[in-house]
């Protein structure tokens, strides 16, 4: 049965703010150091021991402060319920966001968190320790960077627009067909691309004004369940990428600093849709 702490977000924004502090300590003292590494799907799509630990590490405390709620994880925690957004309160969690970066000890990985609740974003946090990164949102009352109240860049032209976007871990043929048809597409179109490997991070480039649109086609819902309040609250739009409403489990994203950008955007895009994870 459900407390009235299991419903106090200020209470909620405070207990994962901590957390989040400490799992950064983890990752960031482990950022250049050799790593235990498996393979999920293949030898693209890793885990380390420490996104099952970082998870551990939210998920065991966050139940255990408000124990009705429910989890979304990429890692072990929650198996059954990694595909399952209902209206309750719901912790969407992605332990180490850029994988294959911390593998390489490239510093550009994070923890994204988001709360949802009534399958509507709450509050958010995404962490990059290595670089003490912090960006934060919570319903109607803004993002922030580091304290800072952050806000997108409002460009409108799409010539003048920088661009993040992601490869992602599937080699799926397909996929990479219409990758590539959409690089070859949006190169010339825009003033320029950026890569960076973390799906979370470059929602959160957009939210500040450092970049203007950021697109994808295969993140999960721990991908962007953070990064899609923190654009919003900093005055920016999320949707699909084909411009109907943004479903954080249909593994397709594209958020921009303007409407009128992303719609001018989206006429460029070939479209794919990845399967849904069903695990």
């Not at 099952?52 to 429910?70: D, G, I, R, Y």
């Not at 086609?217 to 999320?238: C, N, S, Y």
């Not at 794919?272 to 994870?277: A, E, G, I, W």
């Amino acid at each position: 049965m459900a407390s009235d702490s299991d419903r106090d977000w200020d209470l909620c924004f405070e207990t994962i703010n901590k957390l989040v502090d400490e799992a950064g300590k983890i990752i960031a003292s482990r950022n250049s150091g050799a790593k235990t590494i498996s393979e999920k799907t293949d030898d693209i799509d890793l885990l380390t021991e420490t996104d099952q630990q970082v998870e551990k590490l939210l998920t065991e405390n966050l139940h255990a402060k408000f124990p009705s709620h429910k989890f979304i994880g990429e890692e072990a925690f929650g198996e059954g319920n990694k595909s399952q957004l209902t209206d309750d309160p719901t912790w969407i969690i992605d332990p180490v966001d850029g994988t294959m970066n911390f593998v390489h000890s490239f510093p550009q990985s994070c923890v994204s968190v988001g709360l949802w609740v009534n399958k509507s974003p709450e509050l958010a946090i995404v962490f990059n320790p290595v670089f003490n990164q912090k960006f934060t949102a919570r319903r109607g009352q803004g993002a922030y960077y580091n304290g800072q109240k952050i806000h997108v860049s409002g460009e409108k032209n799409i010539k003048k627009a920088l661009i993040t976007t992601e490869f992602g871990t599937s080699r799926d043929p397909d996929k990479v067909r219409v990758t590539l048809e959409n690089l070859a597409k949006v190169v010339p179109a825009v003033h320029g691309i950026r890569v960076t490997g973390s799906a979370a991070l470059n929602m959160c480039m957009v939210a500040q004004g450092a970049a203007d649109l950021n697109y994808e086609f295969g993140p999960h819902a721990w991908d962007m369940a953070a990064g899609d309040l923190i654009v919003r609250e900093a005055g920016g739009v999320t949707m699909d990428p084909s411009g109907g409403p943004l479903d954080i489990m249909s593994r397709r994203v594209l958020a921009a600093s303007s409407q009128e950008l992303a719609e001018d955007f989206i006429k460029l895009l070939t479209q794919f849709y990845p399967q849904p994870r069903d695990d």
